[in-house]
């Protein structure tokens, strides 16, 4: 049973915007930095944004830093990533990730994973 649970993939059109969920257990996730990354066909998984436990910090990968937004709200065990201005090579499978030591940029840091939410940008 997956303890990351990813929502709010689709089809857009180039422009459009998209809001991802992730939702988590709780109580054992407090104290988590959550992140999310994506893995384009025929690509390595890559990093996309990430927050700490307590949203005071947040880190974001720089061709998106001006378009996405990652928030976490702890009273509902969510974290959010509002994509605006989508363009096509945005499109890839997004994953949930949460780590225990800290806010990482790297996926081997990442100890529990989502199964993933597709989202399709077309041109």
């Known amino acids: 049973q997956a303890q990351l649970r990813e929502a709010g993939g689709g089809l857009v059109q180039a422009g459009d915007s998209l809001r991802l969920s992730c939702t988590y257990p709780?109580?054992?996730?407090?104290?988590?930095?959550m992140g999310w990354f994506r893995q384009a066909p025929g690509k390595e998984r890559e990093f996309v944004a990430a927050?700490?436990?307590?949203?005071?910090?947040?880190e974001y990968k720089d061709s998106v830093e001006d378009r996405f937004t990652i928030s976490r709200n702890s009273a509902k065990n969510t974290v959010l990533l509002q994509m605006n201005s989508l363009k096509f090579e945005d499109t890839a499978v997004y994953y949930c990730?949460?780590?225990?030591?800290?806010?990482?940029?790297?996926?081997?840091?990442?100890?529990?994973w989502g199964q993933g939410t597709q989202v399709t940008v077309s041109s």
């Open positions: 927050v700490s436990w307590n949203g005071e910090r947040v």
């Open positions: 990730a949460a780590a225990f030591a800290g806010v990482f940029r790297t996926p081997d840091k990442y100890e529990i």
């Open positions: 709780g109580r054992a996730f407090e104290l988590a930095s």
